[in-house]
């Protein structure tokens, strides 16, 4: 390494430590926090440094990595490690570095919420602007493995009770080598060793002190200082009522904030304290993210909710989401015969990230829903809509004729009628489905009197063909969700019932007789779940909602029921096109739980609770954040095999596992799955190894499922 | 400390898909009708709070279903705990009320109560308020039903109109906290709640 003269010894260093010289994400600089001594330097000698990766050679990352790894248990490096002194100052980039005498205090501001990252602000003794430093916890292998760690040994917590970060490293080694003192007068302001004077006023003369507004939310939380949210707490079953009157003595502020129609609306419909809470909670925490550069946030919201604290969404730049697939980028896919010019793969790469305009759908979902094969010209193309016109009016034809059968057959009889409650009360709020003025072609049904219009009587007659086509499955109930957008983008019934059934190719295993899709669905949310926050998993089993029963309408009809009707059109295009897994509704699923976890764990304890709150989410979910979110975590799912596989292919070390079920399983990246007698377990322990179970590993493939039902229909259904 | 614990009962409404199970939880809850309320999927309740039974002040926990079979094993996870099930077929439709039978059964098989011969039903015809003609059970042969399964109280409803549901549901709370106060009494001697163990069994009420 570098000649010793200029050589320090590396005493301390944190990676993914990052300066965010714009508000753009695309701006932040990573680089390593570090202390260093120079040679023969005394402890006030120390630099406080920060180093931008790009600085650094590939052996100094190393350098600087193998410190940072070293960092986890004890305070004793094993061997000094030797690094060229990082500069004083820099001009062409914001590296830094301060000796430890030079250092007046430290402003540290912990990640909560509306501060995705923690960061520390250094203030020198000659106020030399020197940028915060954001810490991305989330991406430093570091402090993942100390989170892990705590939370493994359920000591989740830092010191002064806020959830651990990488800040409170940076403190604890800085402590090693000089006087830290917690000022009083500002609440996260730590002066380093500080003079008598300084200690006598305890308030610094160019501290910033972060200005709150009046108005702003934290204020009022500051103000109803969470009383109210205490005392709701204790109380377990409560009337409206009693919540009201405990609300009438809240501070006005929170009384307004309560008379806003949303969070009245709450009340309207059912009392539980604790669902009626947890809304509460996460409209705040809503609030606060869409004003997250406005408010600084107190421990007081850290101390209650803690939500978003060592949030994921915070650090991982690589996901991001684009603009929609404009008409003409489409277009410009393909060449003069209208054959792909691209491969279609980065066509769904495209789709997946960004979604398709309106204005294209209706092409582009027959392509995404198996109609048109991708390698197909356009003259290919009208062969093919022409033929399978034919086809879906032959299918249509052979029941529409069939009178006898009209008449006679009960169960034919019966489908018919589900079919048709099912299609008048399906998106009747959508205009397409909303009008009641065409008189019904039958007098004898049930909807005689109400009247119908055409294309609720197409969704009808593409239901009963399908029930037809399918006789195996048959009609189910959910179908009728699945249909209406796919008929309402592509307005044309043969075509829509084409791409219908291209879609129940992959959702049939939902609605198998015996259930077992949507039980396998459900087992992968929980062995994901146990995987990914084993803590949201260990509350929901004292809550009794390890089923996952309160996800079933989610995954069954994908959504439809919880979000908007635009966003049910990009959520499905999205995830037809199995761009990561033909399963990403798990993550979906997976990121909504995630995005609510803290207020699940902190305010639902019973299976109804849950329940309530899950489906109260209905139409609320932001689905660009929700999809953001998705695929994060199936990158961190990945990554999380991978290791797992990687320790599993060396022979060296595999008795780093323990090999007992029912015991922790800390895996590389120390996830823990807590075994449970009849229940799958994420990582299977086999011969000091430990597997993936089968489900998960199913949700990396991008190869759709599709699983028949063999039983075929018989009798009375219901 | 004398103030009584706060009642919650859970009941279970049952029957097939279509025959207005929504319907009539929205309407005794909410007074209100939609023809339009969605298949429901999975399940969902409403809470109606504030329910007087005689003396007492209970809050009732509504539990609605989806209607097709295929669903129906879902439904272990929803019925335990049940003080009362209500089934609900359509006066208009043989088939739904055919399948009264089969729903008590499965329910029974998949809450089991303590003491399946004394667990509280109320039977429900809905949509009275269609056109008579159109009507295909008659009032009759659902008494003989009820009365067979051992007199099963039962209403002929209109969710629409709002005919009987409050009349139905006070019956229901009423039976629910019957049925919870006997659960209690045996699962628990301790617990230190006045019990009203009167008899009174609402039979049929039409």
């Known amino acids: 390494m570098a000649s010793t003269s200029s050589s320090g010894v590396l005493l301390f260093a944190k990676s993914k430590v990052y300066v965010h010289p714009t508000s753009s994400a695309k701006d932040n600089i990573p680089g390593f926090i570090a202390l260093v001594r120079p040679p023969g330097g005394a402890d006030k000698d120390i630099l406080v440094a920060w180093v931008p990766e790009s600085q650094l050679r590939s052996d100094e990352i190393s350098a600087y990595m193998r410190v940072d790894l070293n960092m986890d248990d004890g305070l004793h490096a094993t061997r000094e490690v030797l690094v060229p002194m990082p500069q004083l100052t820099s001009i062409s980039s914001y590296a830094f570095a301060v000796p430890m005498h030079r250092i007046y205090s430290i402003m540290l501001r912990p990640p909560s919420l509306g501060w995705w990252w923690g960061s520390v602000i250094i203030h020198t003794r000659s106020e030399d602007v020197i940028p915060a430093l954001f810490f991305h916890d989330a991406e430093s292998q570091s402090t993942i493995l100390q989170q892990k760690m705590r939370n493994k040994t359920f000591t989740p917590f830092a010191q002064d009770g806020d959830l651990f970060w990488g800040g409170d490293q940076f403190m604890k080694y800085l402590r090693k080598y000089t006087i830290v003192e917690k000022s009083t007068f500002e609440q996260r302001l730590y002066l380093i060793n500080p003079d008598p004077d300084d200690l006598l006023s305890f308030s610094p003369p160019n501290a910033r002190v972060e200005k709150v507004n009046n108005d702003s939310l934290s204020k009022i939380i500051k103000d109803a200082r969470w009383n109210v949210l205490e005392r709701l707490a204790r109380v377990t079953r409560f009337s409206r009522r009693a919540a009201n009157e405990v609300m009438g003595n809240s501070p006005p502020a929170v009384r307004a904030m309560l008379n806003v129609p949303e969070v009245r609306q709450l009340g309207d419909d059912f009392d539980s304290a604790r669902v009626y809470l947890a809304k509460w909670a996460m409209s705040i925490s809503e609030e606060a993210e869409r004003n997250k550069t406005k408010i600084v946030w107190t421990d007081v919201v850290g101390d209650h909710i803690g939500s978003m604290a060592g949030d994921i969404l915070s650090v991982d730049d690589r996901v991001e989401r684009r603009n929609e697939v404009s008409r003409d980028e489409w277009k410009a896919f393909f060449d003069a015969s209208g054959r792909l010019r691209v491969t279609f793969s980065e066509v769904k790469e495209r789709v997946f990230h960004g979604g398709l305009a309106r204005d294209i759908r209706s092409e582009a979902w027959l392509f995404l829903l198996d109609v048109f094969p991708w390698d197909s010209s356009q003259i290919e193309r009208q062969s093919i809509m022409a033929a399978k016109r034919d086809e879906y009016f032959r299918l249509k034809r052979q029941w529409w004729d069939d009178i006898d059968r009209q008449q006679v057959d009960a169960v034919w009889k019966d489908q018919r009628n589900r079919i048709e409650k099912d299609v008048h009360r399906t998106d009747r709020n959508i205009l397409l489905f909303a009008g009641e003025d065409t008189p019904h072609p039958d007098p004898d049904s049930p909807f005689a009197n109400i009247g119908t219009n055409v294309h609720l009587e197409q969704l009808k007659d593409m239901l009963i063909t399908y029930n037809e086509y399918n006789k195996s499955l048959g009609y189910v109930q959910g179908m009728s969700d699945l249909l209406s957008p796919i008929y309402a983008v592509v307005q044309d019934d043969a075509l829509a019932f084409w791409a219908f059934v291209g879609f129940m190719n992959r959702m049939q295993r939902n609605f198998l007789r015996d259930q077992s899709g949507m039980h396998r669905q459900l087992l992968a949310l929980d062995n994901l779940v146990q995987l990914m926050e084993p803590q949201l998993y260990t509350h929901l089993e004292k809550a009794d909602s390890t089923n996952f029963f309160f996800m079933f309408r989610m995954l069954l009809v994908w959504f439809k029921r919880e979000f908007k009707w635009d966003d049910v059109l990009r959520l499905w295009e999205v995830l037809w096109t199995d761009y990561l897994s033909s399963q990403f509704v798990i993550f979906v699923g997976l990121a909504i739980l995630d995005k609510h976890k803290d207020v699940i764990m902190e305010h639902l304890e019973h299976f109804d609770e849950v329940l309530k709150y899950m489906n109260e989410l209905s139409k609320t979910i932001d689905l660009e954040e929700t999809l953001t979110r998705a695929e994060v975590l199936f990158h961190r799912f990945q990554r999380t095999v991978d290791a797992i596989d990687r320790k599993n292919r060396e022979p060296s070390n595999p008795a780093s596992f323990p090999t007992t079920p029912l015991s922790p399983h800390p895996s590389m990246n120390g996830h823990v799955g807590i075994g449970l007698p009849g229940k799958t377990l994420p990582l299977m322990p086999e011969a000091g190894k430990v597997i993936i179970s089968d489900v998960l590993r199913e949700l990396l493939s991008k190869e759709v499922i599709v699983v028949n039902d063999t039983i075929p229909m018989e009798g009375y259904e219901s | ?206």
């Not at chain 2, 088939?95 to 109320?122: G, H, M, N, T, Y």
């Open chain 2, 1 to 206: 400390m004398s103030s009584r614990k706060k009642t919650m009962l859970k009941v279970i409404i049952l029957g097939d898909s279509g025959v207005g199970k929504t319907s009539l939880m929205q309407q005794y809850v909410s007074k209100k009708f939609s023809n339009q309320y969605k298949a429901t999927i999975g399940a969902d309740f409403l809470t109606k709070q504030d329910v007087r039974v005689d003396d007492r002040t209970v809050t009732m926990q509504l539990w609605d279903t989806a209607g097709q079979e295929r669903f129906q094993s879902l439904g272990v996870a929803f019925y335990r705990g049940a003080d009362c099930c209500v089934l609900v077929y359509d006066v208009n439709n043989a088939k739904s009320f055919e399948a009264l039978d089969s729903w008590r059964d499965e329910f029974l098989i998949q809450a089991s109560p303590r003491d399946p011969e004394s667990f509280p039903f109320v039977v429900l015809g809905n949509k009275i308020d269609v056109e008579e003609s159109k009507r295909v059970v008659s009032q009759k042969r659902a008494l003989a039903f009820c009365q067979a399964k051992g007199n099963i109280p039962y209403f002929e409803t209109s969710a629409k109109e709002a005919i009987n549901v409050d009349q139905a549901f006070e019956v229901i709370a009423r039976n629910a906290l019957i049925q919870e106060e006997s659960e209690e009494y045996s699962s628990d001697f301790s617990d230190p709640i006045n019990i009203h163990l009167d008899n009174e069994r609402g039979g049929c009420e039409c």
